[in-house]
């Protein structure tokens, strides 16, 4: 362990001049105290409760590097997640493509700027914000970002403002070998606002390399954010990524997950409903085979009256694939008249796959609704011999209730070259399923 803190210590070295905004005195010293935090923790180890089913072994033994220089985007593909009309924001290898975005000029009541730009025009916007939302001691993961934290992107929408395309941040790996991207989001939702937020997250090759992700989102009075993260890396790649959000009075926060890639992928999801009248909602799908290893831990906190949550996970794992579900929502004393549903559901397709399912409710007030569930099973051997009886081969009939069992997350979303795609991507995923479409409407 000594020996990757004293790597990653020299990366910082090496690179503090030259990752966005050095030279800010608030900025160098939240950077130093990250790199303080992360030297006394280091990667967190299985002994930790919150980690005990997940082993970053694999990511602690590498000596992973932030890329020094831009990647040749030649061969970069940025219609992987479909043709559709947005605001995209072009990343490959954790550094901002200004080639590759296609930003369609936003500007103010709506702005996006890659890290570095946000930091050198809107320093003092930012230092109110940026690191505030996210907890920089919850993890030597939380803390490396910090340290290293070498692009990313910064969202604001003033209030009222309702854009009329979804913002669009996609990251790319080029392929090469062991690197890391210490990415940075930074989503501010004036009072009033409306906006759609997708993070997408594709491999060019099949290489190793670290993805360290922070996400921050603070979703003000009356304003709805729809967000969307989809990964689907290489099976080689590690992904940890965290997303916190804050919700004021009346607002609306609602999260779509959809983890098929990486070797290593897990996400800690992490709701603060701050005053009352918030509601959110998070659903989740993620596909593991082979030795895939995805991990999901989401805490929702309650923290004032008359909020609502809901949280619906569903898991396919086949192979050897493990998967880990820890859910926790906290209903705090003063949030009575709370409502709070959790569902996790699992399919597991191979004899192999295992799951490790937690929900947890933790309750300080009496007058609240509240209830939470998981499952793990296979396909219903009378539901295959149904639909078999209906003229459907086995192959089919198995590989349209492993389709069907996926699509009622899909469904849910609301952008509809998204949701196609998605279709598309669980039928390349699904053996004996070619006709998405026709299928779920029963054609």
């Given at each position: 362990?000594?020996?990757?803190?004293?790597?990653?210590?020299?990366?910082?070295?090496?690179?503090?001049?030259?990752?966005?905004?050095?030279?800010?005195?608030?900025?160098?010293?939240?950077?130093?105290?990250?790199?303080?935090?992360?030297?006394?923790?280091?990667?967190?180890?299985?002994?930790?409760?919150?980690w005990k089913y997940t082993n970053v072994r694999p990511i602690e033994k590498r000596p992973f590097r932030l890329a020094r220089e831009t990647a040749s985007d030649a061969a970069i593909d940025t219609r992987l997640c479909g043709d559709m009309a947005c605001h995209r924001i072009v990343f490959v290898d954790g550094r901002y493509?200004?080639?590759?975005?296609?930003?369609?000029?936003?500007?103010?009541?709506?702005?996006?700027?890659?890290?570095?730009?946000?930091?050198?025009?809107?320093?003092?916007?930012?230092?109110?914000?940026?690191?505030?939302?996210?907890?920089?001691?919850?993890?030597?993961?939380?803390?490396?970002?910090?340290?290293?934290?070498?692009?990313?992107?910064?969202?604001?929408?003033?209030?009222?403002?309702?854009?009329e395309r979804p913002i669009h941040l996609m990251f790319l790996s080029s392929g090469k070998e062991e690197i890391t991207s210490q990415t940075r989001i930074l989503?501010?939702?004036?009072?009033?606002?409306?906006?759609?937020?997708?993070?997408?997250?594709?491999?060019?090759?099949?290489?190793?390399?670290?993805?360290?992700?922070?996400?921050?989102?603070?979703?003000?009075?009356?304003?709805?954010?729809?967000?969307?993260?989809?990964?689907?890396?290489?099976?080689?790649?590690?992904?940890?990524?965290?997303?916190?959000?804050?919700?004021?009075?009346?607002?609306?926060?609602?999260?779509?997950?959809?983890?098929?890639?990486?070797?290593?992928?897990?996400?800690?999801?992490?709701?603060?409903?701050?005053?009352?009248?918030?509601?959110?909602?998070?659903?989740?799908?993620?596909?593991?085979?082979?030795?895939?290893?995805?991990?999901?831990?989401?805490?929702?906190?309650?923290?004032?009256?008359?909020?609502?949550?809901?949280?619906?996970?569903?898991?396919?794992?086949?192979?050897?694939?493990?998967?880990?579900?820890?859910?926790?929502?906290?209903?705090?004393?003063?949030?009575?008249?709370?409502?709070?549903?959790?569902?996790?559901?699992?399919?597991?397709?191979?004899?192999?796959?295992?799951?490790?399912?937690?929900?947890?409710?933790?309750?300080?007030?009496?007058?609240?609704?509240?209830?939470?569930?998981?499952?793990?099973?296979?396909?219903?051997?009378?539901?295959?011999?149904?639909?078999?009886?209906?003229?459907?081969?086995?192959?089919?009939?198995?590989?349209?209730?492993?389709?069907?069992?996926?699509?009622?997350?899909?469904?849910?979303?609301?952008?509809?070259?998204?949701?196609?795609?998605?279709?598309?991507?669980?039928?390349?995923?699904?053996?004996?399923?070619?006709?998405?479409?026709?299928?779920?409407?029963?054609?």
């Amino acid at each position: 362990m000594n020996n990757i803190i004293e790597h990653y210590r020299g990366e910082h070295a090496a690179t503090k001049d030259r990752l966005p905004g050095a030279g800010l005195d608030w900025l160098d010293t939240s950077r130093d105290a990250a790199l303080t935090i992360f030297g006394e923790k280091g990667f967190p180890a299985r002994g930790m409760e919150d980690w005990k089913y997940t082993n970053v072994r694999p990511i602690e033994k590498r000596p992973f590097r932030l890329a020094r220089e831009t990647a040749s985007d030649a061969a970069i593909d940025t219609r992987l997640c479909g043709d559709m009309a947005c605001h995209r924001i072009v990343f490959v290898d954790g550094r901002y493509s200004r080639h590759l975005s296609e930003p369609g000029n936003p500007s103010a009541p709506i702005t996006v700027k890659d890290l570095h730009t946000a930091l050198l025009e809107d320093a003092d916007t930012l230092e109110a914000h940026l690191g505030k939302i996210a907890d920089v001691s919850r993890n030597g993961f939380s803390a490396l970002n910090m340290a290293l934290m070498n692009d990313g992107a910064c969202i604001s929408i003033a209030d009222n403002a309702v854009p009329e395309r979804p913002i669009h941040l996609m990251f790319l790996s080029s392929g090469k070998e062991e690197i890391t991207s210490q990415t940075r989001i930074l989503v501010m939702a004036g009072a009033g606002s409306q906006a759609t937020i997708i993070e997408s997250y594709h491999s060019a090759t099949g290489n190793v390399y670290f993805n360290n992700i922070t996400t921050e989102i603070r979703v003000a009075a009356d304003a709805s954010v729809e967000h969307y993260k989809l990964q689907h890396e290489s099976n080689k790649a590690f992904h940890i990524a965290t997303l916190h959000v804050e919700q004021a009075r009346d607002s609306t926060f609602t999260s779509f997950s959809v983890s098929m890639g990486a070797q290593l992928a897990r996400n800690d999801i992490n709701i603060w409903m701050n005053d009352e009248g918030a509601n959110c909602d998070l659903y989740g799908l993620y596909m593991a085979d082979g030795r895939q290893h995805t991990d999901f831990h989401t805490r929702i906190d309650h923290a004032s009256p008359h909020c609502n949550s809901r949280e619906i996970y569903k898991g396919i794992l086949d192979g050897h694939a493990r998967a880990v579900f820890n859910g926790q929502v906290h209903i705090h004393p003063d949030a009575q008249k709370s409502a709070a549903e959790q569902t996790n559901n699992n399919l597991l397709l191979s004899r192999n796959a295992e799951v490790d399912t937690k929900p947890q409710l933790e309750i300080h007030a009496d007058d609240v609704t509240a209830s939470h569930g998981a499952t793990i099973g296979q396909l219903d051997d009378n539901m295959i011999f149904y639909l078999r009886s209906r003229g459907l081969d086995y192959h089919t009939a198995h590989a349209l209730l492993v389709y069907g069992f996926a699509h009622d997350i899909v469904e849910k979303m609301t952008i509809e070259p998204l949701r196609h795609h998605l279709q598309a991507t669980l039928a390349g995923r699904i053996p004996g399923l070619d006709r998405p479409h026709e299928l779920a409407s029963g054609g």
